[in-house]
């Protein structure tokens, strides 16, 4: 399959340095759990204009180095970035290392993918940095054994996405949509919310239900958009964190058409009308003490 990478865009001389975007899921369902113990999954991602920025140095030293803004990240193998490196450069024959600098600008812990985002990102500029020349089926592969997430990240834009969530099927979605997330100060354990469904339990199943959400998106209709909005882990996260019913809530009062957790949370995002609706929603949220950290974002297009 032919599609096009993300392009790394040059920042000072012998550097590259990287955008690694956010998603939202727009639609989530869980098909059943699998034998290897991941669940079946179909859902609907947009990349959006939150990013980290990430910087790629190669150095004489041998080895993966990383520096992260915050402190509380881990910059050894616990880190996907270093792992997505290590994954590319361990057993070729490459000459010296790479540092990597991640100025870390995503919430983690609130489902909008950024350590996913990073480690594809990171998988990109080490491929274009030392000549490595994998198409992108190899990285797509790299890419799925880090994290079932991090496929996405390789071309971002719009995808229903199956599987454990690997698979890919691109889809053309408007550029520029505009939403509001609210990311709380507590984060959420992916496998933690997957521990706590209860498969058969809750809402009658909406397999299949990643088409509408597909067709209000090229239809631009944010009424239908905000009806066909759905995520199967937004139950069990709820009896995680019961305050995320609370900025839901919060959201829909503040006037979006209807309000969403992104992936296992915790972050929730609010649909909006256009640009200057998302400005209002925003304003309303700020205004009051405690909801989290409010931000509006804009879907991007393919390869950013
Ligand atoms: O693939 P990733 O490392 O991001 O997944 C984190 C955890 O989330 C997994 O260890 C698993 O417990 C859970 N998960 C799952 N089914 C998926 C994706 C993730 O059960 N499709």
Redesign the pocket.
């Known amino acids: 399959m032919s599609e096009q990478l993300r392009p790394p865009f040059s920042g000072e001389p012998g550097a590259w340095a990287v955008d690694a975007p956010a998603k939202l899921n727009l639609f989530l369902e869980?098909l059943g759990?699998?034998p290897d113990?991941?669940?079946?999954?179909e859902t609907v991602m947009v990349a959006v204009d939150w990013a980290d920025r990430l910087t790629f140095r190669r150095t004489h030293e041998a080895g993966v180095r990383l520096r992260c803004t915050d402190g509380s990240l881990p910059t050894d193998e616990r880190n996907l970035v270093v792992r997505a490196a290590r994954r590319l450069l361990d057993g070729r024959s490459v000459s010296g290392g790479v540092e990597i600098g991640l100025d870390k600008q995503l919430p983690h812990g609130a489902g909008m993918g950024g350590g996913?985002s990073d480690a594809a990102a990171t998988l990109t500029a080490i491929n274009g940095l030392f000549g490595l020349g994998l198409g992108p089926d190899a990285l797509a592969a790299a890419a799925a054994e880090?994290?079932?997430?991090?496929p996405f990240f390789l071309t971002g834009g719009g995808a229903v996405c199956r599987?454990?969530?690997e698979i890919r099927e691109p889809f053309p979605a408007p550029v520029g949509w505009a939403f509001v997330v609210v990311a709380p100060e507590f984060a959420l354990s992916?496998?933690e919310?997957?521990?706590s469904l209860r498969l058969g339990d809750g809402a009658p199943s909406r397999a299949g239900g990643s088409a509408d959400v597909v067709r209000a998106l090229a239809d631009r209709d944010p009424d239908a958009l905000g009806r066909a909005l759905f995520n199967r882990l937004e139950e069990p996260a709820l009896r995680l964190a019961p305050r995320l019913a609370e900025i839901r809530t919060a959201i829909r009062q503040a006037g979006a058409v209807a309000a969403l957790m992104t992936g296992?949370g915790s972050a929730v995002f609010g649909v909006c009308r256009d640009r200057e609706h998302a400005g209002n929603v925003a304003e309303t949220l700020r205004s009051q003490t405690g909801v989290g950290r409010v931000r509006i974002v804009h879907t991007l297009p393919v390869g950013t």
């Open positions: 869980v759990r699998r113990g991941y669940h079946g999954l996913s880090l994290g079932s997430d991090v599987g454990r969530g992916t496998a919310v997957y521990r296992s």
